[in-house]
């Protein structure tokens, strides 16, 4: 398995712009997990779906943020429209639905926004 | 979820074994003690995970205190290419949410 692929690598934005990062979790894992990871606030939880659901959004900073996952195989993590403090690393990860199974994370998306 | 509180850095000699403590005082008796780490520019890896009994694995062992109140992660061997943040986390069995907390930077050195 290719494990968590994510796109792009890199972003680089203006203030203002939509912004659309994606990840592809592992095939037959049942939980996706996006986060974000700052040197001030270090890894954030921003939300998690089971089986295509949305179950948590608490940690989703405000209205601009908006995730979606159509499909079993893919997912989106929105910011529209986006602003400088949105600059940071946006890692997604996966795992089965077996208790206690690990997280696999992806290589994460670095996003500057100017 | 309970809270861990863990050494903010420490350096390892190559070929030494590092040993990372981590303390939980307030775990309860459903929730595990998990451990990831992130190297520079990558997303974290799992390492180990235990509920009370020690754990060893290819990577590391996990030796959990009797009272379950503390722990440490030990790399038998350390290698330059295990420099990285060192997260120790306590999540209940069931619980989906994994909450990383600042971490040990481990810096190995040659």
């Known amino acids: 398995d290719a494990g968590v692929i994510q796109s792009p690598r890199h972003e680089v934005t203006e203030m203002g712009q939509e912004v659309t990062l994606r990840c592809k979790p592992i095939s037959g894992h049942d939980y996706l997990f996006w986060y974000r990871q700052t040197m001030m606030r270090g890894l954030e939880l921003l939300i998690y779906?089971?089986?295509?659901?949305?179950?948590?959004d608490s940690g989703m900073p405000e209205d601009r943020f908006s995730a979606k996952m159509p499909n079993a195989s893919f997912s989106t993590l929105k910011i529209q429209p986006s602003e400088p403090r949105d600059s940071a690393v946006y890692f997604c990860a996966s795992r089965a639905r077996r208790v206690n199974e690990k997280l696999f994370f992806g290589s994460g998306t670095q996003l500057s926004v100017l | 979820d309970a809270k861990t509180t863990q050494p903010t850095s420490m350096d390892c000699a190559e070929g030494r074994a590092a040993n990372l403590p981590c303390n939980h005082s307030t775990i309860s008796g459903n929730e595990y003690v998990y451990w990831y780490r992130q190297i520079h520019s990558q997303g974290p890896q799992y390492i180990i995970h235990?509920?009370?009994n020690n754990e060893t694995n290819e990577m590391a062992s996990l030796i959990i205190t009797e009272d379950r109140k503390s722990s440490t992660l030990i790399l038998p061997h350390a290698t330059l290419r295990d420099t990285a943040v060192y997260y120790c986390i306590v999540r209940v069995e069931y619980g989906n949410k994994l909450v990383f907390g600042a971490g040990t930077i481990l810096r190995v050195k040659s």
């Open positions: 779906f089971n089986n295509n659901v949305p179950i948590d």
């Open positions: 235990g509920l009370k």
